[in-house]
């Protein structure tokens, strides 16, 4: 059919047929789609490498953002470890450092949306996450000046919100640097990566504290140059851009299955960008979004003001002086990363198989982890205590890319920062109501 001024209209079947074709069609891109995006219905996944070379991509990324994630993570456990000769030497109460970690988590709460709006009209996530971590790292080195609460405050409201480009920025990078076909594998390694800097830093502060006999201060000023150094790895990172690896390619199929091999190009990409506040709106308006949302505040009231509980715990319960307790947290972390490299293939396989999987394991992780911590806790054994935590960080460890797979596999590329972001704020949210709650027990009991 013709238009009278002679431009072209697309036939549209009527009736029955019509109706049938629409849904044939619909089906059919659908299938197309959960293909495109990794689930095959299949358990069955090709080998990490094997994708790697088809693609022609390395494992640089992975490494870089690792490191940055590694960098990132020397504050928060050099601080949870020496907290208690932090507090003795500048004279704060448990609960005062308590409240200021809870500012920190919402420092940390309010960085990561900014952050996204920064990369919502152009691809510079990398440049982000560079700059972010020698904010970070500077921010480490300084901690060994502070001489005050209020000071301590400053630094720890910084550290949270330079944290904001790990938060929203790392996941979403890995996630468009790697094809559907590996990315849980992808995810799961780099956290792999980031959580082997759990065994780094507190290996590092018991090593400095202990054996080579520097005080909290001395600890400090060491980390923050060992993290500018490591930060410097990764000025090598460059942005792949928002979804070539599927976003681009979902929308290619659409065009093609319509016979609309241009697109519609009299549409500038202006005109359909949507706003910042739209895309969080959007994002929130999928129930499956807002139950991971709710899965990650769990996660932050766990995890957030686990580390202080436990660097108490040792210090009071089991009289382990700093260097025993950067052994220990060099421990917890060491089973989440055994946890997270032989957890990448099979949550390959769970996802492709069908996405639902990974968050019924994610709750069953979970609930592990809380029973395990809560025998720990009570334990009068010191060797099945140390048992029971290594079990909970193994358990912990693996929920992050769990959930974190199944909530930016389903929103569009251009969307995964924001996505994150909430994510993390909700994460951030919890981690401060836990924090709040462990300073509210410690002042009643």
Known sequence: MARRDGSAVVTVPSGIEGVVDLEQTREELHESARVKLGVTGDAETTGFRTVLRDNQLSVYPIVALGLLYISDNFQAFAFGVLTPEISRTLGISIGAISAAIGLRALAVAAAPLPVAALTQGRARRALLCIVTGFLWSVLTLFTGFVTSLLGLIAILAFDGMSTGSAQSLHTPLVVDSYPPAARVRAVSLYQAVGTFGNILAPALVGLLASVAGFTWRGVFLL??????????????????????????????????????????????????????????????????????????????????????????????????????????????AGAGVIALLSYGRR???????????????????????VVFIAIGGVMPWFWPMVVCFGLAGGCIAVLTPALGISLLSIVPSNMRAHAQSLAQMFAAIGGTAGALLLSGVQTQY
Request: charged share 20%.
């Open 223 to 332: 980390l923050g140059l060992t993290s500018i150094a490591m930060t410097m790895v990764s000025l090598g990172l460059r942005d792949p851009g928002f979804g070539k690896c599927d976003t681009e390619q979902l929308r290619a199929s659409v065009r093609e299955a319509h016979r609309e091999e241009g697109g519609t190009p009299d549409l500038a990409a202006d005109d359909v960008t949507l706003g910042f506040w739209e895309i969080c709106r959007r994002v929130m308006l999928v129930p499956t979004n807002r139950r991971i949302c709710a899965g990650f505040a769990v996660l932050g009231i766990l995890v957030v003001p686990l580390l202080t509980f436990v660097s108490f715990f040792l210090d009071e319960r089991w009289n382990l002086g700093p260097g025993k307790r950067g052994l220990f947290f060099a421990y917890y």
């Open 347 to 369: 949550g390959e396989k769970q996802f492709s198989a069908d996405p639902a999987r990974l968050l019924r394991v994610g709750g069953y992780l979970l609930g592990m982890g």
